[in-house]
């Protein structure tokens, strides 16, 4: 969902802040949790066909703290992009 859309944002997730939605991508799971950067990735992986031969490699030992890593500093470049460019 779009999280600039206020009435959608306190529906599906009233008690998160708009800055920490902002910051990385969460994912809401079934049950009701939440997870967010690297590991919400991890779990929508197992849900997109493209992705579904990646998705156990990404509980190897190890790939958890490179991928936080990586996430991380994708996620603070993000702002830079625009829908006609992007500089990372």
Known sequence: MDYHD???????????????LDKVIHM??????FMTGFDGFRALAWHLPPTWIIAPFLYLP?????????YAQV??????????DCNV
Do not use: M, W
Not at 63 to 68: A, C, F, H, L, N
């Open 62 to 70: 190890g790939v958890s703290q490179i991928g936080r890593a990586v």
């Open 28 to 33: 809401k799971l079934p049950n009701g949790q």
């Open 6 to 20: 206020e009435a959608a944002r306190r529906e599906v997730a009233p008690n998160l802040p708009f800055d920490d």
């Open 75 to 84: 996620s603070a470049r993000r702002k830079k992009c625009t829908h006609e």
